[in-house]
């Protein structure tokens, strides 16, 4: 082509700018098709009373929103919702650390291990519910087998029969589910600090501690940066486990946003509030993903070289 | 060269002709039936059924596509608003006023009274279906519950079949033992703990939910003394039973765990995965409190829905569930899962193709007792003819369940929990 | 500490995250085989005492399993196509050129994370449903790309940071256009790296069950993990085809990862500075 082979030198620091834009404008005509215009309506479907999808409804201004936020339910919905993200924050975190921290490690089958590590991120939710529903079981479940036979408990266990107890157990499976991944996902980013850092700063006497608080966190930055924002998003809205798992009980303690918007919607046939419920969780996630990224993002994030 | 493509031009025009003379010929009326009996072998048997029928009748095509009742609700109302919705739609009573408010089902008042003259309706099942001036399903069939236990084990605990509730607490507290629970009762909030609290509302005399006038009568005395009951019976019931559905209460009675459940049937189960031994297996209607004038239990007539207005479809649709119907063909139907699924016709009770599956054949005196117990089937918010489309919201949210969660989760009074939940429900049909 | 001790300390956390990881699978597996009542046995069996292929029978001769499979493969593959396509040139956009508003768009992507999926599953079956997608497969693709292509666009970062500019300059100064710069040079680079977001493209889909179940209509197009939620009925449980599906629907993916799971783990790190 005659454009490529004109004397000046092309590269991307020189290219036109149109063309950068170019590039993302796939990516974003499609997720503007797939999120901006259902968002839209249902930002539309919230302002009126429509009850079963496909019915009528009319206009009725913000009466969605005062009843929202006059309802206890909501409330302790939101509560909820802030626990769960939490919990499994704190629960993922560390699993995610420490597996990512022994996996770094050389020892025999060390690349085995690294692959099969993520195998509970790669079955379908359905699965997970179906083997933590059977493996918990107080009648034949393994789980409350052994405690029983090793004497940790006198009777069963139900997992799921107590409140604290169910939102307790929902986190540890979802944790369970999504640890692996985020451990790899920190494998590599460990991966990317360059030996060279540790060597020197064992020359120079550093400890442990110091090692990791000087050398490995701010080498992990760029990726705590990017997990832990669109993890407390993905997070918080996690449906399909806790849905099939307790379907948001006992008593609705496991009851978190996603869970009531689709409570609402589709078993009160309260559409037109569930959609209300769904913008104001979306407008909360968006403020929070704004001073997320106002307060931790890394230099770095801004695209440019980040290290060397 | 010149033959093969004389050759090529005779298979061309053959095809054309092919192609082109069905199309000139009357097309086949084609119909979907959408139901949630998705196990494989329902489908089969279905699917077997549609077959027949439609080698009998060429001009109709009738295929299905089986749903998870998990969905329905979701998928139902937005296939109908977006205009892809199946032209029969199987039905529980609390589903059809959710359709009938989006304005495609049909009134099939007149299709009704046409099989009644030809099978004899139980009236029982067309009562859920009728009311606002219309009948808004075909009863199919009918699922009850009853109390089920083995023999064996109430001789050696030395008690007799409860008939009371007295009893009944007694037989539960006598049968908890190392590693048997007396009774596995549900506590989830769900359809099922819906059904099992309704059980004890009916027999002690707290059938009804609404006045006649479509207010609620929900928090009265029968109902608190229906749940103090309940709760406690769940003294005795695994300490999982606060998440279980059916599938985990038959698998608690499968293994011994579970001394008694309530449930429609546990025929199958007992059959295929525990010792499968007909002689062993008792079932009872349940228990009746003291005094209780009109004792039954829970009862779901099956029905199907027709969302169609096109004559084509609808005359179609309506030959397929009238032969359905037939005697001949209705017991293969309902034996589908051959146990559970009970006869809405006369002619149907009696029909040797129900009769003669060799599981009901096995299993023939519990089979009977489920019939004899169907007789006093009932569904919440379908009793006495006092039918109101409202009873929906209330079933859709299991609020039934959610009541009892109040009790043995949150540790509230009975009296305070039933008042709650009919405040509960006052809010979930208000407008 | 000493040598051995370390080596103990690794040993045992190395072998208790993996029995966390794989023991549920190993009981799923294992109660597959057994007959109906050892499965549901009060007092469980670590070693199956018996042994039958019946409810592998089940499931593949009674019920539409292998059409499931069929489907859900379908779906991911196309998912992951179209994933690694958008993803690619986005990042390519982002990671290597220089445009106002970059650091923008980035974020807006990542942003995408903040809506709730329930909130869209209304509004899109509508869409789907004006331009004639419901229950087809596409319909999942379309969701499934909007679900897996903005973090696959993030994880393309490392790789596309760390190849050296200087190398696009000399394909260019060679006479190359841009494109064939990025099929020729940047893309053989940055091989692992796709191979990852492939990866997660493809288990993003297959995975997906809340839209799965109510933009599928029919049987025929139902993927896996809503078929197997059909299996399990509504008043009763086989727990043998259960068990059998839920191992069924692991083994493509074990097979997957067997095959491509080394690049997926040292396409992630492969990015790495040495």
């Known amino acids: ?308 | 060269m010149f033959r093969r493509n004389t050759l090529m031009i005779l298979v061309l025009a053959f095809t054309l002709i092919i192609g082109v003379l069905p199309a000139t010929a009357q097309d086949p009326v084609e119909v979907t039936l959408w139901h949630m009996e998705q196990p494989p072998h329902r489908v089969e048997r279905i699917q077997m059924l549609m077959d027949e029928f439609n080698a009998a009748n060429p001009d109709v095509v009738v295929s299905q596509e089986p749903q998870n009742w998990g969905e329905i609700y979701t998928k139902a109302p937005a296939a109908v608003a977006a205009g892809n919705a199946p032209e029969m739609l199987f039905a529980i009573p609390d589903f059809t006023p959710i359709l009938k408010d989006l304005g495609k089902l049909q009134n099939v008042a007149d299709f009704v009274g046409t099989l009644n003259e030809a099978h004899s309706f139980y009236p029982a099942a067309v009562a859920p279906y009728s009311y606002d001036e219309g009948v808004w399903a075909v009863p199919l069939y009918n699922m009850v519950h009853s109390l089920w236990f083995r023999n064996s084990v109430f001789e050696a605990a030395g008690i007799t079949p409860p008939t009371t509730w007295d009893e009944w607490l007694a037989a539960a507290e006598a049968l908890t033992t190392d590693g048997q629970y007396g009774i596995g009762v549900p506590a989830n909030r769900q359809l099922y703990t819906d059904q099992t609290i309704y059980n004890l509302m009916i027999n002690s005399g707290a059938d009804e939910i609404y006045n006649s006038d479509g207010t609620l009568r929900f928090a009265n005395d029968a109902t608190v003394s229906a749940y103090d009951f309940y709760s406690q019976l769940y003294q005795f019931s695994p300490p999982d039973s606060p998440n279980w559905t059916w599938g985990e209460a038959e698998a608690c009675f499968a293994n011994r765990t579970c001394a008694m459940i309530m449930q429609f049937t546990v025929i199958t189960t007992y059959d295929t995965q525990a010792e499968g031994d007909a002689e062993d297996l008792g079932v009872v209607a349940i228990p009746a409190a003291e005094g209780a004038e009109n004792p039954g239990a829970i009862s779901y007539v099956n029905g199907v829905m027709f969302l169609t207005d096109d004559p084509a479809k609808l005359e179609a649709s309506q030959r397929f569930i009238a032969w359905l119907m037939e005697p001949e063909n209705y017991g293969r139907f309902l034996n589908m899962e051959p146990g559970l699924f009970l006869p809405v016709t006369e002619d149907g009770a009696a029909a040797e193709s129900f009769w003669n599956d060799p599981l009901v054949v096995k299993y023939r005196s519990q089979v009977e007792t489920m019939v004899a117990n169907s007789a006093s089937g009932r569904l919440f918010g379908f009793t006495n003819g006092n039918t109101f489309p409202s009873i929906s919201a209330i079933s859709a949210q299991n609020l039934l369940a959610q009541t009892l969660q109040l009790i043995v989760i949150d540790g509230q009074a009975a009296g305070d929990a039933v008042a709650e939940g009919q405040s509960l429900m006052e809010e979930a049909i208000s407008g | 500490m000493s040598l051995v001790m370390r080596r103990t300390l690794l040993g045992v956390a190395i072998a208790l995250l993996m029995f966390l990881v794989i023991a549920p699978f190993y009981w799923i597996f294992t109660s597959s085989i057994k007959l109906p009542p050892e499965i549901i046995a009060s007092t469980p069996t670590l070693f199956p005492r018996s042994f039958t292929t019946q409810h592998y029978d089940n499931l593949l001769g009674g019920s539409p399993f292998l059409s499931y499979m069929g489907n859900s493969l379908l779906v991911a593959l196309g998912t992951m196509i179209i994933t690694v396509i958008l993803s690619t040139l986005a990042a390519y956009g982002l990671y290597r050129l220089r445009f106002p508003g970059r650091r923008l768009l980035f974020r807006v992507i990542l942003i995408t994370y903040a809506f709730p999926g329930v909130l869209l599953l209304i509004p899109l079956y509508g869409l789907l449903s004006d331009i004639k997608l419901i229950d087809t497969l596409w319909a999942l693709i379309v969701v499934d790309i909007t679900l897996a292509a903005p973090f696959a666009t993030w994880m393309l970062q490392a790789f596309f940071r760390t190849i050296p500019m200087e190398l696009e300059e000399a394909a260019a100064l060679d006479g190359a256009t841009r494109l064939g710069v990025i099929v020729r040079i940047l893309l053989p680079l940055a091989a692992p790296g796709v191979a990852s977001i492939a990866i997660f493209a493809f288990i993003t889909s297959w995975t997906e069950y809340m839209f799965a179940s109510v933009l599928i209509i029919s049987d025929a197009n139902r993927t896996l993990p809503v078929g197997l939620a059909g299996i399990i009925g509504q008043y009763q449980i086989d727990w043998g085809l259960l068990m059998a599906g839920a191992t069924m629907t692991t083994l493509p993916v074990l097979l997957l990862f067997a095959l491509v799971g080394r690049s997926f783990v040292e396409g992630l790190t492969a990015g790495a500075v040495k």
Do not use: C
């Open chain 1, 1 to 308: 082509m005659s454009a490529a082979t004109q004397p000046k030198r092309r590269h991307s620091i020189g290219a036109p700018r149109w063309l950068g834009y170019a590039f993302v404008l796939p990516l974003m005509l499609w997720l503007a098709a797939t999120i901006l215009v259902p968002l839209a309506q249902s930002v539309l479907l919230s302002f009126q009373n429509v009850r079963i999808i496909g019915t009528p409804g009319e206009f009725v201004g913000f009466a969605n929103y005062t009843r929202l936020f006059e309802s206890e339910r909501f409330w302790e919905a939101f509560g909820r919702s802030l626990i769960w993200v939490l919990g499994n924050a704190v629960l993922q975190t560390i699993l995610a650390f420490a597996t990512a921290l022994i996996l770094k490690q050389r020892f025999p089958g060390q690349k085995v291990a690294r692959i099969w590590i993520i195998l509970s991120w790669i079955v379908p939710t359905v699965v997970v519910v179906v083997i933590w529903r059977w493996l918990l079981s107080a009648s034949g479940g393994i789980v409350n087998y052994a405690l029983v036979a090793l004497g940790i408990t006198a009777e069963p266990i139900g997992f799921f029969s107590s409140g604290d107890s169910a939102f307790a157990s929902v986190i540890a499976i979802n944790s369970w589910r999504w640890f692996p991944f985020q451990a790899v996902i920190l494998l590599a980013a460990l991966q990317r600090i360059p030996a060279e850092l540790y060597e020197a700063a064992s020359v120079d006497g550093a400890s442990t501690t110091q090692k990791f608080l000087n050398i490995t966190l701010p080498g992990l930055q760029s990726v705590l940066f990017v997990m832990g924002l669109i993890g407390t998003l993905m997070s918080f809205n996690v449906f399909d486990v806790i849905w099939l798992l307790t379907a948001g009980g006992p008593s609705a303690a496991t009851t978190t946003l996603p869970v009531l918007i689709y409570d609402t919607g589709f078993r009160q046939f309260r559409l037109s509030q569930a959609a209300a419920i769904s913008v104001v969780t979306g407008v909360f996630l968006l403020v929070f993903a704004l001073v997320f990224m106002r307060f931790a993002a890394p230099p770095s994030d801004d695209g440019e070289e980040e290290r060397i």
